[in-house]
C-alpha cells in the first residue's frame, strides 16, 4: 500500500488532472473565474462536468458529494450519483454543469427542503 505520501490525494479532481482533462481554451476559462473570480461560462462548466465525470468513473466513482457551508456555521452534504436509470433498462452516466455549480446555501434540496420554510423557495 505505501506510505501516505503514495496515496493522499492521489484521486482528486486538482489542477494537474484539470490540465490533463480539459481543453487549453477551457482549462484556462476555468482557471481565469478561479483566480480572478471571472463569471463561469455555462459552456466551460459543462466540459468541466463531463471530464470530471469521465475522469471519476474511470477512477471507479459512482456517486459524487455536494458538500458545502450553510450560513448556519454547520457543514452538510448530499450524495448523488452519476448513475440515471435509462428508459430501456440500462443506466445513463450524467453530470452537467448545472450539477457542478450549483449555489446551495440553505440547503434547498435537501428531501426536508432545508432549513427555510417551504413558501420561502421561489426566492420571493
Known amino acids: 500500500m ?8 492521489c484521486l482528486v479532481f486538482d489542477d494537474r488532472v484539470m490540465r490533463a ?3 487549453a ?8 473565474t ?4 471571472a463569471k463561469l461560462d455555462e459552456s ?3 466540459a468541466v462536468a463531463i471530464a470530471m465525470r469521465d475522469w471519476a ?6 456517486h459524487y458529494t455536494h458538500w458545502f457551508q450553510p450560513l448556519t456555521g454547520i457543514t452538510a452534504e448530499k450524495h448523488d450519483s452519476f448513475i440515471t436509470p435509462a428508459p430501456d433498462g440500462g443506466v445513463l452516466m450524467e453530470f452537467s454543469g448545472k450539477e457542478l455549480i450549483q449555489g446551495e446555501p ?7 427542503g432545508g432549513l427555510r420554510a417551504t413558501f ?3 426566492g420571493s
Open 25 to 32: 481554451k477551457v482549462y484556462n476559462s476555468l482557471k481565469k
Open 21 to 23: 482533462n480539459l481543453s
Open 57 to 62: 468513473v474511470a477512477n471507479g466513482a459512482t
Open 120 to 122: 420561502e423557495d421561489s
Open 44 to 46: 466551460v462548466a459543462n
Open 106 to 112: 440553505d440547503a434547498s434540496s435537501f428531501p426536508s
Open 34 to 37: 478561479i483566480d480572478e473570480g
Open 2 to 9: 505505501g506510505t501516505v505520501l503514495d496515496y493522499f490525494g
